[in-house]
């Protein structure tokens, strides 16, 4: 602005000078000039020329210099690297630089005469208005921070630097506002505020302790939460006292950290490791390493440093050595005995306890298995944890378990609460000062009460860790000391990890007796055991060793069994060891497998087998036992024979009430025809053969039910060669045409003491025998029956038969014959040479013991295509024998009235005729209630009543229950065809006076019935 001034001013100048100059010259005659004046004139002109262009080119260089200027002035403000901006009191803006628009990311002219606060972040507004008001009040320049938006919403950190002046053309007073990009400032001020955060919560969280102290003054500058956690004590005290850290330390690391802390005043690093003693007694490890700080000077004053807990690390190293030491002993120890003792030293030298014991299962107590330090008087007092009665029996919970006492008790049973302090989740109790636990226990606590015995034993230190493998307590490790605070928790905790291991060392050692022992009763039961065993190879089958049993039983000897497979030695068939295999090889075991085997002199035996691979010596084997159980099928063929039986019994027993009361029908009938009948002639012999044949069929019956029951049968002097004859006729029914009968029986007329029906199975069974015997070519049976005398001594004692005389019954057929090892089988139960579907083998065993019943005897003789031959001795009787009376004869008549009950309509009205031709009054009814009700109406009514025994609604036994109830003196019968449950006994229980098997036959009941009135007439008499 001065330049331009100067110029203008010049320029007048020149101006003025030469007006003046052509003042000089008049207008209207340049000619008057002189040529001096010209020349003068022009020099002047040349003069005044000359100095304007000296002037224009001083107004050139002044252009010049003012373009250079306004190029300063642009690169100076519209190019600076900050914002100018020219704001009036209403906020305008008036003026901005290129860098003030390119902030707010729009051109100068855009943002002329806008609100500067439009570009204010909304939340950042009270500050820039505050900025303002204070900038205008005071005049004073302002400084603010705040945020500023783009024209495209991006935000940015501003710093604003305001002053205030006048406005040249309004004199209004204006704010020159110069705007900073502070973004990356105040990035960096985040980053370092964010860092010192977390470098702070560092500090503050770590589980180590950060401290800084002035060696100079020895004072603790700064020292971490950290402090607090480990230490167990208040920041606080380390400031007011840094010899509150030194007191800390456990009085036998005191003097070493110490001594280690001079090196703080040579300025160099140092480390070393102590113990610290916790205000509640606990006691940790710490790893604390220091490094120097040197001052500008480089001098150190001050140190920076982190303290560790390493309590765990050196726990971990303890019992890791400790760990290592307890499995050498475990490992070197030989037996359970010798384990437990170095066991005891071991833990007496790492607990520094003065006494230690252990404590084994015993049946149900849990003694001392060792005890070192303890006296003799305590060791026999808490010997046993069993609570005894009076009685010395030990008492028992509801589960049947002991009751185990004392705190050892608690322990081993698994009595504990974990909140205590004195006990830990694994169950072990501890306690360094049981005078102060028992004095604080309250009188329902007894599981502190239970201390009481070690602690008048002086002991203050007690610690007790269980023995338990497997969730099974089976012992219990008890240290004690007379000194206090000798256990901590963490100590407690490393001797559960170490009798953990115990445990499983005990455990195995106990195994490993077991084993040996059950190795020493293996040996001795497999070589003595009562079943065959054997002890093969997996790969080949070759035995390795046999027992005593097996050689018993094949007739091998060692030397023939060992080394040979069992198919060599013909014991096994190959088929069966085949299948033996296959069931081994598919699951592993052969369980109870049936094997027919041979023995060395080839007698065939049954087996049942089982097979299992165990392991012998650590080498896997095969072990196979077997039972002989020949015996035991002969057994179970005979009870299965028996169940037959019982099944015919019930059948024919069913068969036979049927039966009889069609059997009492048409002998009643045949009987009231024989009363009727004529004494001679045609008709008189055929009723005879009718009550004959209804006779023969009514013992028939009694046969069947007899031989089914399998009972003790009545013998009776008998002509057995009628019975012989018959026997032989049903039997020719059952021969093919090819096999011829010959009999020879008509010279032997004597009499045994037999039961027909066992006559007439002898027969048929040796019958049936020869028929399989020929059934091939056909042949010849032959029957002879003779009288002979037994006197020759040899024979005699041959058969085992008494002297005397008997009748010899020979069967023998013409058939393939048998050789001596059949022979000798024959009479054994279920031996037999016959396809499984002939026969059981029970015929010739049966006839073997039906002559040995009758006191006889049974030979058989026989060669191989020469046919059998078999000869039974049987003693004759000279009893005479019963000579039954005929039909009239037996007939015996009486008086009185008689209630007659039976279902069976037919029969009740046949009885009925008979009852009333012999002279009684009868009243008949097919209903036993019926019959109830009318004896009911008029009790004294009957002189007798018989009743059948099954009937519907009611039995005959029920229904005489209820009439003697109304009578008790009243004579009863009972009739029945078959009835397991009523004998003659049970019927007497009852009051019954009579029972009679059906069919009746009059001459049998009108006895009966005679005799039962005439006691009762001289009763009543």
């Known amino acids: ?129 505050h900025h303002c008001l204070k900038l205008f009040e005071t005049g004073d320049p302002q400084v603010c921070e705040l945020r500023m938006v783009r024209r495209d919403g991006t935000q940015f950190w501003a710093r604003l630097e305001s002053t205030v002046t006048q406005d040249v053309e309004t004199n209004a007073p204006v704010s020159r506002i110069i705007v900073s990009n502070i973004t990356e400032r105040k990035q960096h001020e985040n980053d370092i505020l964010e860092r010192e955060q977390r470098l702070r919560i560092l500090t503050e969280t770590i589980e180590e302790v950060f401290w800084m102290a002035d060696v100079e003054v020895g004072k603790m500058l700064y020292i971490s939460p950290g402090y607090e956690r480990i230490w167990g004590l208040p920041r606080e005290s380390l400031y007011d006292a840094r010899k509150s850290l030194i007191e800390a330390i456990h009085p036998e690391d005191r003097g070493r950290v110490v001594t280690s802390l001079e090196v703080q005043k040579t300025g160099q690093p140092f480390e070393h490791e102590y113990r610290i003693v916790r205000p509640n007694g606990s006691i940790r490890w710490i790893w604390d390493r220091g490094f120097p700080i040197p001052s500008e000077t480089g001098k150190v004053t001050r140190y920076a440093g982190v ?59 849990f003694p001392y298995y060792e005890a070192i330090g303890f006296t003799d008087k305590f060791v026999l007092a808490e010997n046993s944890i069993c609570t005894c009665d009076q009685n010395g029996e030990i008492i028992r919970d509801n589960t ?52 009481n015995r070690c602690n008048a034993e002086g002991y203050e230190s007690v610690a007790l860790v269980p023995l338990r493998l497997h969730g099974e307590t089976f012992g219990l490790f008890q240290f004690n000391d007379k000194r206090r605070e000798r256990f901590t928790l963490e100590k407690v905790a490393l001797l559960e990890d170490l009798v953990g291991y115990v445990a499983i060392a005990v455990a195995k050692l106990k195994t490993d007796e077991a084993l040996r022992e059950s190795e020493e009763k293996f040996a001795k039961t497999f070589k003595y055991a009562p079943l065959l065993m054997t002890i093969s190879n997996i790969q080949d089958g070759r035995y390795i060793e046999v027992n005593e049993k097996f050689l018993e039983v094949t007739g091998f000897t060692r030397d023939e069994a060992v080394g040979k497979t069992s198919v060599e030695l013909g014991w096994i068939s190959k088929e069966d060891r085949t299948k033996l295999v296959e069931v081994l090889n598919t ?124 009972g003790e049968q009545l013998k009776k002097p008998l002509r057995i060669s009628p019975v012989i004859k018959e026997s032989l006729k049903l039997l020719r029914a059952s021969l093919p045409s090819t096999i011829e009968i010959v009999q020879d029986i008509s010279s032997a007329d004597g009499t045994i003491l037999a039961e027909p029906t066992q006559i007439h199975q002898i027969i048929m069974n040796l019958g049936i025998n020869a028929m399989h015997a020929m059934q091939d070519k056909g042949g010849c049976l032959t029957v002879k029956l003779k009288q002979t005398e037994m006197t020759s001594k040899d ?24 050789d001596h090892r059949i022979i000798d089988n024959i009479f054994n139960p279920f031996f037999t040479t016959k396809a499984p579907d002939e026969g059981t083998g029970l015929g010739l065993s049966v006839v073997h013991g039906i002559v040995k019943s009758y006191k006889g005897a049974i030979t058989v003789h026989s060669e191989p295509g020469e046919g059998t031959e078999f000869n039974l001795y049987l003693p004759q009787t000279f009893e005479n024998m019963i000579v039954k009376e005929k039909f009239e004869e037996a007939l015996v008549r009486g008086k009185g009235n008689i209630l007659l009950v039976d279902d069976e309509e037919d029969l009740v009205n046949a009885e009925k005729l008979i009852l009333e031709y012999l002279g009684y009054q009868v009243s008949s009814f097919t209903s036993s209630l019926a019959s109830l009700e009318t004896f009911r109406l008029q009790p004294d009514g009957f002189d007798l009543v018989i009743s059948d025994q099954t009937m519907p609604d009611m039995t005959g036994l029920q229904l005489a229950t209820e009439l003697l109830n109304i009578r008790p003196h009243l004579p009863i019968i009972i009739c029945t065809g078959y009835s397991a449950n009523l004998t003659s006994e049970v019927a007497a229980l009852h009051g019954i006076k009579a029972v009679v098997m059906k069919p009746l036959l009059a001459g049998n009941i009108s006895k009966i019935i005679k005799e039962l009135l005439e006691d009762k007439g001289n009763t009543d008499g």
């Open 1 to 129: 602005m001065q330049g331009e001034s100067q110029c203008s001013n010049q320029n007048g100048d020149l101006r003025r000078l030469a007006e003046e100059a052509m003042g000089d010259i008049p207008a209207h005659d340049p000619e008057m000039l002189s040529p001096e004046a010209v020349q003068q004139l022009l020099h002047q002109l040349r003069v005044y020329q000359i100095e304007l262009e000296m002037q224009n080119d001083e107004l050139r260089q002044t252009q010049m210099s003012l373009e250079a200027s306004q190029v300063r002035y642009f690169d100076l403000y519209d190019l600076a690297p900050v914002g100018y901006f020219t704001v009036n009191e209403k906020g305008l803006i008036l003026e901005t630089n290129l860098t003030g628009a390119g902030l707010l990311g729009l051109t100068k002219h855009v943002l002329l005469k806008q609100l500067l606060s439009r570009f204010i972040l909304h939340e950042d507004q009270n500050i820039y208005y």
């Open 307 to 365: 303290a560790s807990d390493i309590t765990e690390r050196k726990q971990a190293e303890e019992a890791r050595q400790a760990t290592i030491e307890l499995l050498q002993i475990c490992n070197q120890s030989i037996s359970l005995r010798d384990l437990v003792q170095n066991l005891n030293f071991y833990f007496q030298k790492l607990t520094q306890c003065e006494a230690i014991g252990v404590r084994l299962r015993q049946g149900d107590d």
């Open 400 to 451: 049947g378990h002991p009751v185990l006492e004392c705190m050892c008790g608690n322990i081993i049973c698994g009595r504990f609460d974990p909140s205590k302090p004195y006990f830990t989740g694994h169950g072990s109790f501890w306690s360094s000062n049981t005078t102060q636990l028992l004095a604080g226990a309250i009188e329902a606590d007894r599981h502190v009460g239970s201390l």
């Open 587 to 710: 699951f592993g075991r052969v369980k109870e497998m049936e094997l027919s085997l041979t023995t060395k002199d080839k007698k065939s035996i049954a087996c049942l087998y089982a097979s299992e691979i165990v392991s012998i010596n650590g080498i896997k084997r095969l072990l196979s036992i077997g039972q002989d159980i020949t015996r035991r099928n002969h057994i179970e063929a005979q009870l299965r024979q028996v169940h037959k039986m019982e099944a015919i019994g019930t059948l024919a027993g069913g068969i036979a009430h049927d039966f009889n009361n069609i059997l009492g029908s048409i002998i009643g009938y045949t009987e009231l025809a024989l009363l009727e009948a004529p004494r001679e002639g045609e008709l008189r012999y055929e009723l005879d053969q009718i009550y004959k044949g209804g006779k023969r069929a009514t013992d028939l019956v009694q046969q069947i039910l007899t031989f089914s029951r399998q």
């Open 795 to 818: 024979s005699v004692k041959h058969l085992g038969l008494k002297t005397g005389p008997y009748l010899k019954l020979t069967v023998s057929d013409t058939g393939k014959g048998m």
